[in-house]
């Protein structure tokens, strides 16, 4: 049996080896072209995302921080509060000590009082004697005369 035929010669061999190759070339080439878009899409996402990730981490760090501050700022108002209460505030040993004191005061201001009253007592009913004198004389006197003028 004989080969069949072919109109193949080693130049047309070689363009469609050619052909072949170029068709290749091209879908190669499409397939990196569209993998090196898919990677350059992929990076892109990926930059927006670690940025937003950036963006969130930041606003959360300046919240906490303000939250912070806040959190000092009543602590220093609390601890004024206290130091201010502390300083204008007696404690019990020193409310004791001023209390004490106080009643001492009073005790003495009392007995004081107490004495000028009963002064004043003596000196009111003495003016009352000697009024009550001197009434009780003029009557002796005016009776005394009376007695003179019968007789």
Not at 26 to 46: L, N, P, Y
Not at 66 to 77: F, H, L, S, V
Not at 90 to 119: C, N, P
Not at 132 to 145: K, M, R, S
Request: hydrophobic share 45%.
């Amino acid at each position: 049996m004989d080969p069949p035929e072919s109109n193949w010669t080693p130049d047309t061999l070689k363009e469609y080896i050619e052909a072949l190759l170029a068709a290749e070339r091209t879908r190669v080439d499409d397939h990196f072209g569209a993998q090196e878009r898919a990677v350059a899409a992929a990076f892109t996402s990926a930059q927006k995302a670690v940025d937003k990730a950036e963006r969130l981490a930041d606003l959360r760090a300046e919240a906490q921080d303000r939250m912070a501050a806040d959190r000092a700022r009543q602590q220093n108002e609390w601890r004024a509060t206290i130091g201010d209460l502390t300083t204008t505030m007696l404690g019990r040993h020193e409310y004791a000590i001023a209390h004490s004191v106080l009643v001492d005061k009073m005790d003495a201001l009392q007995a004081r009082f107490d004495r000028h009253e009963g002064t004043a007592t003596g000196i009111t009913a003495g003016w009352g004697y000697l009024i009550a004198a001197i009434g009780g004389v003029g009557t002796l006197v005016a009776i005394t005369i009376a007695i003179a003028s019968l007789t």
